[in-house]
């Protein structure tokens, strides 16, 4: 059975810092692309940054320059550190993880998990 699991989140001042994880676990091949992603309070749910296994990252303009993700393919975990939190950034943060499974004889294919979400607040 496949979990993708986050942790990390909690209530914090503005401009402090929090750093958020999510490690997939379960009997797939690999991670490809791996991301965190937002839904604000009474909004649709949003990018904030992913990573493909190569390393390329593609972030929000909102969170450039503040927020970092990095990833272990060792541990199946990707990281968001997030430093000069705002207000606006108060969401429900989710991880997605794009898993490789074996098919049949050498083939291969890739489906997408979702974790079940860590909340964030960013509130004095």
């Known amino acids: 059975q496949v979990q993708v699991v986050e942790s990390g989140g909690g209530l914090v001042q503005p401009g402090e810092s929090l750093n958020l994880s999510c490690t997939a676990s379960g009997n797939f091949l690999s991670i490809n692309t791996m991301g965190w992603y937002r839904q604000p309070p009474g909004k649709q749910r949003e990018l904030v940054a992913t990573?493909?296994?190569?390393?390329?990252?593609d972030s929000s303009d909102s969170v450039l320059g503040r927020f970092t993700i990095g990833r272990d393919d060792a541990r199946n975990t990707v990281y968001l550190q997030m430093n000069s939190l705002k207000p606006e950034d108060t969401a429900v943060y989710y991880c997605?993880?794009?898993?490789?499974?074996?098919?049949?004889?050498?083939?291969?294919?890739?489906?997408?998990?979702w974790g079940q979400g860590t909340q964030v607040t960013v509130s004095s």
């Open positions: 997605a993880a794009h898993l490789v499974f074996h098919g049949k004889g050498w083939d291969r294919y890739e489906r997408e998990y």
């Open positions: 990573i493909t296994r190569g390393g390329r990252i």
